[in-house]
T-cell receptor, first 111, second 117 residues
Framework: DAKTTQPTSMDCAEGRAANLPCNHS???????VYWYRQIHSQGPQYIIH???NNETNEMASLIITEDRKSSTLILPHATLRDTAVYYC????????????FGAGTTVTVRA | NAGVMQNPRHLVRRRGQEARLRCSPM?????VYWYRQLPEEGLKFMVY????????ESGMPKERFSAEFPKEGPSILRIQQVVRGDSAAYFC???????????????FGPGTRLTVL
């Protein structure tokens, strides 16, 4: 399943913003962009999702390009506890309950 | 509101034994999903259940694996006659009832790590 493409890994300095890109060039009009993360030895944690507009919650911001072919997850002030594998997923909300987790981006936050 | 609970967190079984994994969904959630994560791989969907119903088991191995979500009590993933290849992390997720036409976000438990000796 090659619906999304993410970099394999990235480093980020503690206290700085972490910008995680995701390409989803074949996304359809009814598919949402979802982000989850998995901290080592834990279950995946829902972060945020969006359709067209940029979204923000207490954890992160999601910026979706106007053509919807790519998006960026922004962790505004990365902490060591944000070190995790981040997964970008596209899915239909109306009939798509099988979340498909690819390799994701391994983010390492360094002090 | 307690999150999704899974137990045990770690389970060791010898080849040929049975493994029973339990999942209690978040309060108010009536949909349960099981995923398996093999070492160094991403999570793969196994089965989707609602109370007393298996909705989709297309990701379940055809033999030895079964799942249930009874009217009362937790959802159970059962693996009979375990083999070494069953060693993996098994995650349960739950979600609220479908909102109109839309499936809601899934919230995951901490997982059960099964080791088959």
């Amino acid at each position: 399943d090659a619906k999304t493409t993410q970099p394999t890994s990235m480093d980020c300095a503690e206290g700085r913003a972490a910008n995680l890109p995701c390409n989803h060039s074949t996304i359809s009009g009814n598919e949402y962009v979802y982000w989850y993360r998995q901290i080592h030895s834990q279950g995946p944690q829902y972060i945020i999702h969006g359709l067209k507009n940029n979204e923000t919650n207490e954890m992160a911001s999601l910026i979706i390009t106007e053509d919807r072919k790519s998006s960026t997850l922004i962790l505004p002030h990365a902490t060591l506890r944000d070190t995790a594998v981040y997964y970008c997923i596209v899915r239909y909300r109306s009939n798509d309950y099988k979340l498909s987790f690819g390799a994701g981006t391994t983010v390492t936050v360094r002090a | 509101n307690a999150g999704v609970m899974q137990n045990p967190r770690h389970l060791v079984r010898r080849r040929g034994q049975e493994a029973r994994l339990r999942c209690s969904p978040m309060k108010g959630h009536s949909h349960v999903y099981w995923y398996r994560q093999l070492p160094e791989e991403g999570l793969k969907f196994m089965v989707y259940l609602q109370k007393e119903n298996i909705i989709d088991e297309s990701g379940m191995p055809k033999e030895r694996f079964s799942a249930e979500f009874p009217k009362e009590g937790p959802s159970i993933l059962r693996i009979q006659q375990v083999v070494r290849g069953d060693s993996a992390a098994y995650f349960c997720a739950s979600s609220p009832p479908v909102d109109g036409r839309d499936y809601n976000e899934q919230f995951f438990g901490p997982g059960t790590r099964l080791t088959v000796l």
